[in-house]
């Protein structure tokens, strides 16, 4: 992957509304790594928190748009508690989630599991999953 950084691409409209929905400066993170050595849902996830909060800093807006952590993260603030800049990384997570909602785009329609699949995938993303729907 190949990141152009440039102060266009990080102060672009996204980077804003993600700062503007969650009220953190993305800037303040300085990737120490304590949100994901914590995170409960880190081995589900296909980037880390750290690296959601990078690619964020960066504007990587389509990055984000296709990964899946954003809809694993189960919002239970673990994150929040072990930053040591104060940065709220779940409310983060649920910006770019609700960005995403926005333009009608869902990770998973729970409906369309099947029993198999709902028996396989953790009580707390099911219920994280129920509050993040907008149907």
Not at 24 to 34: E, H, I, V
Not at 42 to 51: F, H, K, Y
Not at 81 to 99: H, L, N, T, W
Request: hydrophobic share 35%.
């Amino acid at each position: 992957m190949r990141t152009d950084i440039s102060r266009k691409k990080i102060r672009n409209a996204f980077v804003e509304k993600v700062e503007e929905l969650s009220g953190q400066n993305l800037l303040a993170c300085y990737q120490c790594g304590k949100c994901s050595a914590g995170c409960p849902q880190a081995d589900r996830m296909d980037l880390l928190p750290n690296q959601v909060i990078r690619l964020a800093q960066l504007g990587e807006q389509e990055d984000l748009f296709n990964c899946r952590t954003i809809w694993v993260c189960a919002s239970c603030m673990t994150c929040n508690v072990r930053c040591p800049k104060g940065i709220k990384i779940a409310e983060v997570m649920e910006a770019i989630r609700q960005i995403m909602l926005r333009k009608r785009k869902d990770h998973i329609l729970i409906e369309k599991l099947s029993a198999e699949e709902r028996e396989s995938v953790p009580p707390i993303a099911l219920i994280s999953s129920f509050r993040k729907s907008t149907s």
